[in-house]
């Protein structure tokens, strides 16, 4: 079955405690992204990246980190997370556009966080 | 100003009527348009591309007018099972925009 899976769905965790979510997705799409989704605010995109070795920073890339080794996985890493990091995470697949503006989005189920 | 923007509603409508939901993006260099629905905190899930041209799938309708920046989507005939948030989406250069979406909710 083609899909995106993130890792953990649910975390608490205590301010300034490492974490990484994983995100992986198993059809072969060359783009993949990571959004936090805020009561009015809506999603906001994060990172994304284009291929292996390639990421950019989005809209709201600040306190985060994320790598792309391997075209299949994108995990976004909060090195020292603060309270205001509190979201659900969702991460998302693309396969390229014609544009370069992208294409069908594929999201992952989401990740929610709690940082105390 | 906001990249794209929704009235956040709430639509209360009852089954059977049609109902319209507008969105405007403010870059005028925006590549690609999407409607997505997304219920109750789920992920989001590809409802439609909108083209230049106006598409139809089944009892939704999307028109995109560029001149005006402007996305609409027109749901006909709603059904209990269309109640959910409505998020219109638009990409350029390689990133993705979304509003804060539009909730519907459909009364029996």
């Known amino acids: 079955e083609a899909q995106v899976t993130q890792n953990p769905r649910y975390l608490i965790t205590v301010t300034g405690k490492k974490l990484t979510v994983t995100c992986s997705q198993n059809?072969?799409?060359?783009?993949m992204s990571w959004y936090r989704q805020d009561p009015g605010l809506g999603l906001r995109q994060i990172y994304y990246?284009?291929?292996?070795?390639?990421?950019d920073k989005g809209d709201v890339p600040e306190g985060y980190k994320v790598s792309r080794k391997e075209k299949r996985n994108f995990p976004l890493i909060l090195e020292s997370p603060s309270p205001n990091q509190t979201s659900l995470y969702f991460c998302a697949s693309s396969p390229p556009g014609l544009a370069g503006g992208g294409e069908t989005q594929y999201f992952g189920p989401g990740t929610r966080l709690l940082v105390l | 100003r906001k990249e794209v923007e929704q009235d956040p509603g709430p639509f209360n409508v009852p089954e059977g009527a049609t109902v319209a939901f507008n969105c405007t993006y403010s870059?005028?260099?925006?590549?690609?348009f999407f409607w997505y629905r997304q219920d109750c905190r789920k992920e989001p899930k590809l409802l439609m591309s909108v083209y230049s041209s106006g598409n139809e799938d089944g009892r939704f309708t999307a028109q995109l007018n560029r001149a005006s920046q402007y996305i609409s989507l027109l749901i006909r005939d709603s059904k209990l099972s269309d109640s959910a948030t409505y998020l219109c989406?638009?990409?350029?250069?390689?990133?993705?925009?979304f509003g804060t979406g539009t909730s519907l909710t459909v009364i029996p």
């Open positions: 059809m072969n799409h060359e783009y």
């Open positions: 990246s284009m291929n292996v070795e390639v990421t």
């Open positions: 870059n005028s260099a925006s590549q690609s």
């Open positions: 989406v638009v990409s350029r250069s390689n990133q993705f925009y």
